[in-house]
Every structure is written in C-alpha cells, then in structure tokens.
Nanobody
C-alpha cells in the first residue's frame, strides 16, 4: 500500500485544516485507516482511526470534539478535518493503513510520508 498525505500548512490558532491521505495498491474499502502525529522532541502519538466500513471512529482525548476522521472509498482517500486548532496541535501528521482485518488494529503496517501542520498563536 502506498499512502500520500497532503493538506498541511500554517494556520492561526482557532483555524481549520483538512488533511488528505490518498491510498493505492490495496483494496482501500477493506482497509482500516488511522492518523498519527509527531511533535518535535516527542514520540509519535495516535490521533484518530476509522474502520474500513466507515461506521466506527475513535479519537484521542486531546482532539475529541475538534477533529473528524472520514473516508471516501470511491476516491481511495481518508481525511482528517481539524478545527479549533491549538498551537499544541503543531506536528507532522502521518496517515497509516492497517494490514490486518481486526479492529481496532493491533498495528499499522503502511505509513505515508507525513505532512506538517503548524499552528501559530
């Protein structure tokens, strides 16, 4: 599976961004997807996930109510809509795909290259 993340950029606190993750090389509709992020000096952390059918989502407490994960299987693309952004949301955001069918995924086997989100105060 190849994943291509895009949509990052510079935004003021309180603003919004939508990240996209275009997938190829696997039946996307059967693939559970996730978003992670890594800030400078910190470990990578989980942000959100969505089941292959799109019927179930889950969020880290730090983004719950502000971020929304979704998918468009016709476009082989997953999205992360980010609203009410805070400076602490500044990070490189990575999309990931699970290789197995179990949900929630035990691990993510495929990773995109990351897209930088910078939130200014």
């Amino acid at each position: 599976v190849q994943l291509q993340a895009s949509g990052g950029g510079l935004v003021q606190a309180g603003g919004s961004l939508r990240l996209s993750c275009a997938a190829s090389g696997r039946t996307f509709s059967r693939t559970h997807m996730g978003w992670f992020r890594q800030s400078p000096g910190k470990e990578r952390e989980f942000v959100a996930r969505i089941i292959s059918s799109g019927g179930s989502t889950y969020y880290a407490d730090s983004v719950k109510g502000r971020f929304a994960i979704s998918r468009d299987d016709a476009k082989n693309t997953a999205y992360l809509q980010m609203s009410s952004l805070k400076p602490e949301d500044t990070a490189v955001y990575y999309c990931a795909a699970a290789g197995g069918s179990g949900y929630p995924p035990d691990e993510y086997d495929y990773w995109g290259q990351g897209t930088l989100v910078t939130v200014s105060s």
